[in-house]
């Protein structure tokens, strides 16, 4: 992952003593530093301890936050006494940052509650969240209302803010690639261009067949081709299928110059059956090769998915994977199969390898089903995210949820796994009287908390958090 960086606001009020400031500010600079961010704040010779307490610091402040507007994707204010509330919310308005913002303040200790040493933060704090709302200005919360920096409780509320940010950050400007068109009767994953649009994600299209053409004029000597053909079979072992895997690393080629031509974050794509007739490979092994690599793709054009994939990525800096929600595990209500053919990337499983696909083999043919990527998806814990355009509300909706993958053995074909989740019913049930597609993208991780905080509270979007 990209190194991040936060702004720091040191508040301060006159009447408490501003000494405060001082250990304050260093305490939290050496907690970032540990965490491994970079920090843009005013120095010591910008003000009084670097503390923001006037109309001037404010200015000052937000001027220093404008120069590094391309570097910084979220701030902290900290607390180390009551803070001006004023000058915090204007230092913010000021800078003109559209960026997460973590409200922090310190705790007063019993015996250090005289005038020279009586903080006042938990008040401080209060004052300073009404101001920001009243600003206007989104913000985020720590788990306890007072906390040392140094806390375990704190450090964790800092990477979940880090993984805010990062989130916030990549959705801004996002252009995203669809290939091709859905399979006729998928119509569960049909989406709207305009409302993601609206939400500042543009998606970039091209027909199959100038896929297709592209593939066909390019030879087995081209330079880019035998480059991509090496890390391919790096990527993951094939003893037989040569001729199909050159295929693959021809098609890898043509997908690579237009994401790069297009400055794409990821795509969707037409994976059957027409790719098998004209191509005569699946391209599971080539989507999760690109997964792996961060460039998430979603297969049967489920742009929404993909966009799903790419938010759980953003959140846990690890690739995604985008499943059915295919069956039910036995008698046990809080069990489901998850399930692909698959298009996993090779971190997500355990012993992946590469095959025909079992399913349309009958259909198509054999001979043109080589490149599903097989094996069990490796246990640990799970986030799930889906997201969906809603005509009817113009709005994006979703649902987020935990669980984790067991151990459980399954006798099937595929990448697939048994996943956990408490009230399972439950969220089937919203699933269903909801509309919401068949797929879901998963990360093995626990981002969940995260992302609620990211959609809810800074995009505004309309997600439902299963607990």
């Not at 979220?74 to 973590?102: K, M």
């Not at 916030?168 to 996002?174: D, H, M, T």
């Not at 069990?376 to 889906?386: A, D, Y």
């Not at 699933?431 to 068949?438: K, L, P, Y």
Request: hydrophobic content about 40%; overall charge neutral.
């Amino acid at each position: 992952m990209e190194k991040q960086t936060v702004g720091l606001i040191v508040g301060n009020r006159s009447c408490f003593p501003e000494i405060l400031c001082k250990a304050g500010r260093e305490r939290m600079l050496k907690v970032l530093e540990k965490t491994g961010v970079d920090v843009v704040t005013l120095s010591e010779k910008d003000t009084r301890y670097g503390k923001v307490e006037t109309w001037e610091d404010a200015k000052k402040c937000a001027s220093l936050f404008k120069e590094n507007a391309d570097r910084i994707n979220g701030i902290i204010i900290t607390l180390p006494n009551f803070g001006d509330e004023q000058a915090i919310a204007d230092t913010l308005r000021l800078s003109g940052l559209d960026v997460p913002v973590l409200v922090h303040a310190y705790p007063d200790e019993p015996e250090k509650m005289d005038p020279a040493n009586r903080r006042d933060s938990f008040c401080g704090k209060i004052s300073v969240c009404g101001n920001l709302k009243q600003y206007g200005i989104k913000y985020s919360l720590t788990t306890d209302h007072t906390v040392f920096p140094e806390n375990k409780s704190f450090r964790m509320d800092l990477e979940k803010f880090l993984m805010v940010c990062r989130i916030v950050s990549g959705l801004k400007n996002l252009k995203i690639g669809a290939i091709g068109t859905r399979p006729d009767p998928f119509k569960t994953v049909r989406y709207s261009e305009k409302i993601l649009e609206r939400n500042g994600i543009s998606v970039d299209v091209m027909d199959l067949s100038e896929i297709l053409a592209a593939v066909g004029k390019l030879n087995d000597t081209d330079g880019d081709v035998k480059k991509n053909l090496q890390e391919f079979t790096d990527y993951i072992s094939v003893r037989d299928e040569n001729e199909a895997v050159m295929k693959m690393a021809k098609l890898i080629t043509v997908i690579k110059k237009w994401i790069e031509s297009k400055e794409l974050k990821g795509f969707a794509f037409q994976c059957w059956t027409s790719i098998q007739e004209n191509l005569g490979i699946f391209p599971c092994g080539v989507m999760g090769y690109f997964s792996q690599k961060h460039i998430p793709a979603a297969c049967e054009v489920d742009v929404t998915g993909l966009l799903s994939m790419y938010i759980l990525q953003l959140a846990s800096g690890r690739p995604s994977a985008i499943v059915d929600w295919n069956n039910n595990y036995g008698n046990n209500p809080d069990k489901t199969v998850l399930f692909h053919c698959s298009n996993f990337p090779l971190e997500i499983l355990e012993n992946p390898v590469m095959t025909h696909h079992v399913i349309l083999a009958e259909t198509v043919g054999k001979e043109k089903t080589f490149g599903a990527v097989e094996g069990k998806i490796k246990p640990g814990p799970l986030t799930l995210l889906r997201l969906s355009t809603d005509d009817c509300s113009g709005k994006i909706t979703g649902y987020v949820c935990k669980g984790s993958i067991t151990n459980d053995q399954l006798k099937t074909f595929g990448g697939v796994g048994v996943a956990r989740i408490e009230n399972l019913q439950k969220l089937l049930s919203f699933i269903c009287a909801n509309g919401f597609e068949h797929h879901v993208a998963i990360n093995l991780s626990s981002t969940m908390e995260a992302i609620i905080e990211a959609l809810t509270v800074y995009k505004k979007w309309d997600i439902y958090p299963h607990f």
